[in-house]
């Protein structure tokens, strides 16, 4: 049982590139969701999904695609990657009602 | 719609010192409550949660907090302090049956605890 699976750790990546955050679950988790975390701002929501195809926006979604084809894996696009989008990215999932299960973090810079 | 509030951004104790971090929450229904801690280039780990059941919540490494409803307050506290328990720590609050389109865990902006030997 990994729990949440964030991949990869580190990625530098150039103004205007796109790539994407990697996450999976193993724990049969109905939702998952996407935070970034900033110095002093906590962590504020991306986007977030109750199910396999369905996706919602959260409080910062501008720059960000996410999809759900299964239960198990929520990956995280950027676009077009801009300086703004220089934080840590966190995945979680949990059951519905149920605390939280965070990975370990994506530390995304944009240079 | 909801809201979370620490009350101080850092927080310095001494070795075997109480700790009393402060959080207080606004929500137009009963909420849920949490407390995260965040070790450093770690995840954030639940320490304990409160669902409407006892008042006194009990969590991992000797952690606990309190539900006041009249303060709307939910700080949290360990007796002695550790220098292990030197983390950031993340109140947040949620509507029962959170998740999805009931409601999402708001964060509040994390309150950083120093031990000092």
């Known amino acids: 049982n990994a729990g949440v699976t964030q991949t990869p750790k580190f990625q530098v990546l150039k103004t205007g590139q796109s790539m994407t955050l990697q996450c999976a679950q193993d724990?049969?988790?109905?939702?998952m969701s996407w935070y970034r975390q900033d110095p002093g701002m906590g962590l504020r929501l991306i986007h977030y999904s109750v199910g396999a195809g369905i996706t919602d926006q959260g409080e910062v979604p501008n720059g960000y695609n996410v999809s759900r084809s299964t239960t198990e894996d929520f990956p995280l696009r950027l676009l077009s990657a801009a300086p703004s989008q220089t934080s840590v990215y966190f995945c979680?999932?949990?059951?519905?009602?149920?605390?939280?299960?965070f990975g370990s973090g994506t530390r995304l810079t944009v240079v | 719609a909801q809201s979370v509030t620490q009350l101080g951004s850092h927080v310095s104790v001494s070795e075997g010192a109480l700790v009393l971090l402060r959080c207080n929450y606004s929500s137009s229904v009963p909420p849920y409550l949490f407390w995260y801690v965040q070790y450093p280039n770690q995840g954030l780990q639940l320490l304990l949660k409160y669902t409407s059941a006892a008042t006194l919540v009990k969590g991992i490494n000797g952690f606990e907090a309190e539900f006041k409803k009249s303060e709307t307050s939910f700080h949290l506290t360990k007796p002695s302090a550790h220098m292990s328990d030197a983390a950031e720590y993340f109140c947040?609050?949620?509507?029962?049956?959170?998740?999805?389109?009931?409601?999402?865990?708001?964060f509040g902006k994390g309150t950083k605890l120093s031990v000092k030997p």
């Open positions: 947040a609050v949620a509507p029962p049956r959170y998740g999805g389109s009931q409601g999402n865990l708001i």
């Open positions: 979680a999932s949990s059951f519905t009602g149920e605390g939280y299960t």
């Open positions: 724990m049969n988790h109905e939702y």
